[in-house]
């Protein structure tokens, strides 16, 4: 089973640490590089925010990868327990966003523009983003990091699968003596 972050909307305070820093992992700029160049800033964890609750979205590396399933292009993949974008791949197709089951793809503006058939205005062309766990980082997810709720926690999925049929196992003991 995979890994992926969760984060615990009790605890969020909504400050943004979380999307300004993973904006600046996901990046190979400087930050004063990217402002001279009026860079986007491309979290990939976004803030859902009402009067009364705080939650960072992000995704959450579904084993069953809806997202990649509904890909004509493999621009998205499950390997090794992550659901990577295949930049180069990607068509912009945006289907994977209509797939995710809690929101968290986004689809951004690649640097080059293909051209339209029917007039002379050029078209953007996209590609998918997404979290992928800041696999680049040997630290980790950026997000766990820098939070000061610490309201981020890598959840490691075989443990969690564990504790899940450990709780099970009891409940159904626990039947067979009181039942």
Do not use: W
């Amino acid at each position: 089973m995979k890994s992926f972050v969760i984060a615990d909307p009790r605890k969020c305070i909504g400050c943004g640490a979380c999307e300004i820093t993973c904006a600046r992992a996901n990046t190979e700029l400087s930050i004063p590089e990217a402002a001279k160049l009026r860079a986007p800033f491309n979290s990939r964890v976004n803030l859902v925010a009402t009067s009364e609750i705080t939650i960072p979205i992000q995704c959450r590396q579904c084993e069953d990868a809806p997202c990649a399933k509904v890909c004509p292009a493999e621009g998205i993949i499950y390997s090794d327990g992550v659901v990577h974008i295949r930049k180069e791949n990607c068509i912009g197709c945006k289907m994977c966003i209509l797939a995710c089951p809690i929101g968290a793809v986004d689809i951004l503006p690649l640097d080059r523009r293909l051209p339209r058939a029917e007039s002379d205005t050029d078209v953007p062309e996209f590609y998918a983003s997404k979290c992928e766990l800041c696999s680049e980082r040997v630290e980790g997810p950026a997000c766990i990091e820098i939070c000061p709720a610490k309201a981020f926690t890598l959840i490691d999925g075989d443990v969690l699968r564990d504790t899940v049929r450990g709780r099970r196992e009891r409940v159904v003991r626990g039947c067979f003596i009181f039942g």
